[in-house]
């Protein structure tokens, strides 16, 4: 068996399409343009490039799109003030405050001092807490594309074994509480691995669904899975350079032994890290048809 391939970058061009045009009925039948807003602070290379990612996908569908690039020594008052006013502005509809900030930032002020109603990104606590009891506005965007992935892919989720290899605040946590909810496109029984688990292999060849986002290199053999499972690998890790010097790119899971186990599996990179923000399009999009009374 070798395992079909779960490419995001072709879920994510499908849910582009149904966003650009959900934009463009929103202005036409109710003068609506949705409005997004990053806000970088200082230089770092590698969060340009993200905040300049959404600011292009941002202008391609038709979204209302401010950027706010700060110095890297501004002030917690500072930043705190141009929080305030975005979430006083009615053109906003998003408020993206790129991370990570500068050391000497505390990032959870600043990210607790955002509207729930426009933490398009779904880390508030009041969105995480109403994610939890199973009423969300916003879903965190890398666990809502994994869903997404899994559902567009035709894989079962209604009472599968899904295990989730990783317990952070933006994945692991997150997407087992997305799949655990009794909703469609969940409804599955998760467990989460993590550093303290004992003998992951155990857990990880009960599943039919294996979510990783561990951030480690390949830390899924095929040993480690049972025939027919769905793998999601969410990891990125650099493992070396070409001669040219690009990077060499692997994920969490050893995908060349891997494949030949599962039935479907996400490809590094190419697989899981389009989705991303393309979800962060679509909160945006919920989160002006909610300030509308539309959603």
């Known amino acids: 068996m070798t395992a079909e391939l779960i490419k995001g ?7 582009r ?7 463009a009925d929103l202005k036409e039948k109710h003068n609506i343009v949705p409005g997004l807003v990053t806000v970088l602070v200082g230089a770092d290379p590698a969060s340009q490039v993200y905040v300049g990612a959404k600011e292009k996908t941002s202008k391609e569908l038709g979204i ?15 930043l705190m003030k141009l929080v305030d006013r975005l979430n006083k502005d009615p053109r906003i509809n998003g408020i993206l405050v790129q991370l990570p900030l500068p050391r000497h930032l505390k990032e959870s002020e600043v990210l607790y001092a955002i509207n729930p109603k426009k933490d398009v990104d779904g880390f508030h606590p009041v969105n995480l807490g109403k994610l939890m009891i199973g009423e969300p506005d916003y879903l965190p965007c890398t666990p809502a594309g994994i869903q997404q992935l899994l559902i567009r892919s035709g894989t ?8 989730v290899v990783g317990r952070s605040n933006i994945v692991g946590k997150p997407i087992a509480n997305i ?10 029984t998760v467990t989460i691995c993590h550093t303290g688990t004992r003998d992951l292999a ?9 979510i990783v986002a561990a951030g480690k290199a390949k ?6 899975v049972k025939e027919g499972v769905v793998v999601i690998d969410v990891g990125v890790n650099q493992i070396g350079t070409t001669a040219d010097g690009k990077r060499i790119l692997a994920g969490d899971v050893d995908f060349d032994t891997v494949k030949e186990k599962a ?30 009374g539309l959603a």
């Open 179 to 188: 799949l655990l909810q009794k909703a469609p496109g969940a409804n599955a």
């Open 64 to 78: 209302y799109s401010e950027r706010h690039d700060l110095p890297g020594d501004v002030t917690q008052e500072e």
């Open 202 to 210: 155990f857990h990880t060849r009960r599943a039919d669904i294996l």
């Open 219 to 224: 830390a899924i053999t095929a040993d480690m």
């Open 263 to 292: 039935k479907a599996i996400t490809p590094v990179p190419g697989g899981v890290g389009p989705m991303t923000i393309t979800m962060l399009m679509m909160n945006t999009v919920k989160a002006a048809k909610l300030a509308a």
């Open 156 to 163: 079962r989720i209604d009472g599968a074994e899904v295990v």
């Open 17 to 23: 399409e149904e966003l650009k045009q959900e934009i």
């Open 9 to 15: 970058a072709e879920v994510a061009r499908q849910i």
